[in-house]
Each structure stands twice: as structure tokens, then as C-alpha cells.
């Protein structure tokens, strides 16, 4: 079963009303490769048991199943706002919001940066996944429109993702964020790459962007999914494996 120990809670400074948790692949039912807390159902991984470790999560933070706001994760920057109209359909998107509470946003990860937001007033809360394709095309700059949160507002916690040791990446990946914004290079580094690639820091493009927006209450980062596969499902890792889920609500 999931515990307040197998999970991450965030420790970021928003209102009482705010709830988030990220999961660990721990406190699961699925057998390897997909061990043992895999929440994604498009990965191979049994469908009874990816509804029955949904089940577990749904319980573990007291929330309906059936509130719980999945997405169909392109790598995209499309952002939908969840409502108790539409909460049950799973729509094409890598980033939700949502004003009401009881109804939880939610993104799987499994080397890509889980981001979560929440305003001061903890009135309106929404997650983001980011890949670097998505983060590069913009869905934080989206998803901050879509909020309607002046940026000095937000409060921003970074999850679980590939570290900057470990994600190595090709010169079109570093050409596509420095051409939008030459400053975002530094987050690009050749030390540890193959010749002609670069090391990339996930965590810093997402900060920079978030920063540049004028998010600067930032937190969280530094968890590594490669490096850790006791507690992390990592694609780049294992190829076929689970996915975790870091979800925002209001209450």
C-alpha cells in the first residue's frame, strides 16, 4: 500500500487549502517491469492492476477515483481546465488547472519534470508535464495564461525527473530553447556528453522559464529518476516501465 513514507509531499510554502503528492514506484501491485506502483495504463502493464494501483493512490489521499483528472500526455502544450463536467474525460493535453476542489490534476512522469502550481490564495492549483518538447514549445507559458494568476503569485514545486548528469541530448534539443532564448544556454553543458551533444538540466530550463514569466517562488528539484531505481520508474533507465503521478488539489 502507498504510505506517507513510499510518497513525496511536497514542502513549499502555499495556503492550507492546497494538497499535492508526488508517488514513488513503491506501493503497487504490478509485477516487473512495470514494479510496483505503475499508474500510466498505455504502458503494457496489466489494466486491472494499473485500476487497482489508482485505486490505492485515490485512497491514500481520500479522494473519489473518479476525481482524479488524467490526461492523454502528447508532449504538447495544450492545457485543459478541469470541472466537475468534464473531469471524466481524458483529453489530449500536458497540462491542467483547476478552481474546484476535489477534483485533482494530474501528470505521469517517468523521467519527464512533473511541475505543480498553486496561487497564494489556494484558489486555483494546476500541473504540468515536461518533457523537453513541451517545455521547450511553451506549456508553462500556457498553462500561467490559462490560470489568470498574476506571476508573482505562484507558487511552483518541480518533481521528480532525468538529472542534468544523465540527460544527455542532441544539438536540435539546446538549438530549439536558445533560439527563443539565448540566456537558457546555461543549462546546457558539454562535460559528460558524446561529441556534438550536451548535457541538459531540466530542472534549470524549467526554472528560467518560470523566471523569465516572473515565477520566482520556485522549489523542489534535485531528484534524480535515473539514478535512484529504487524509488523512481525511469524510461531513459529501464525502456518498458511504469509511471509515477505527482498530483495538485484544492480542498
Known sequence: MITDESAIKPDWPVSGSVRAISTTREGGMSRPPWATLNLGAHVGDSPAKVQENRRRLAEHIQLDIDRIGWLDQVHGTDVVELT????????KADASYTRHPGIACAVLTADCLPIIFA???GTVVGAAHCGWRSLCGGVIEKLVSAMEVAP???RVWL??????DSFEVG???RDGFIESDPDLAVAFKTEGARPGHFMADLC???TLRLNHLGVTDVTGGGMCT???????FSYRRDGQTGRMATLIWLI
Open 119 to 121: 496561487n497564494i490564495e
Open 204 to 206: 534549470a530550463l524549467a
Open 171 to 173: 544539438p536540435e534539443v
Open 159 to 164: 518533481g521528480p525527473a532525468i538529472g542534468p
Open 152 to 154: 508573482e503569485a505562484l
Open 84 to 91: 466537475p463536467e468534464n473531469i471524466g474525460q481524458i483529453r
Open 226 to 232: 535515473v539514478n535512484d531505481a529504487d524509488r523512481f
